[in-house]
């Protein structure tokens, strides 16, 4: 399993990204796929994520109306389109891949592939 992300970069304060991730080889057509985020010293947090089956999504609270995710499994992507960015949102962003049982949620020790990450830099 191959997950590659890519979009990262630095923006000021109230600016937009769009990150996209590539996935290849996942072994299962019931999937979840993930953006989780992480600043050092602390733990890894969800952000986001949507099953490849009906299309649900989850929000963690701390980016809901601000960030959205999408897939297109034609593609083999996963996106995440992040608007009024906040300083705080600063950290590597992380694509993962969960095809154990459902349901699919945000604990990141469910999931079972990782990206290499990319780094999300907002100024104030």
């Known amino acids: 399993v191959q997950l590659v992300e890519s979009g990262g970069g630095l923006v000021q304060a109230g600016g937009s990204l769009r990150l996209s991730c590539a996935t290849s080889?996942?072994?299962?057509?019931?999937?979840?796929l993930a953006w989780f985020r992480q600043v050092p010293g602390k733990e890894r947090e969800g952000v986001s994520c949507i099953s490849s089956g009906d299309g649900a999504t989850l929000y963690a609270d701390f980016v809901m109306g601000r960030f959205t995710i999408s897939s297109d499994n034609v593609k083999n992507m996963v996106y995440l389109e992040m608007d009024n960015l906040k300083p705080e949102d600063t950290a590597v962003y992380y694509c993962?891949?969960?095809?154990?049982?459902?349901?699919?949620?945000?604990?990141?020790?469910?999931?079972?592939?990782w990206g290499q990450g990319t780094q999300v830099t907002v100024s104030s």
């Open positions: 993962a891949a969960d095809w154990g049982p459902r349901p699919h949620d945000l604990n990141y020790y469910e999931y079972d592939a």
């Open positions: 080889g996942i072994p299962s057509d019931d999937y979840a």
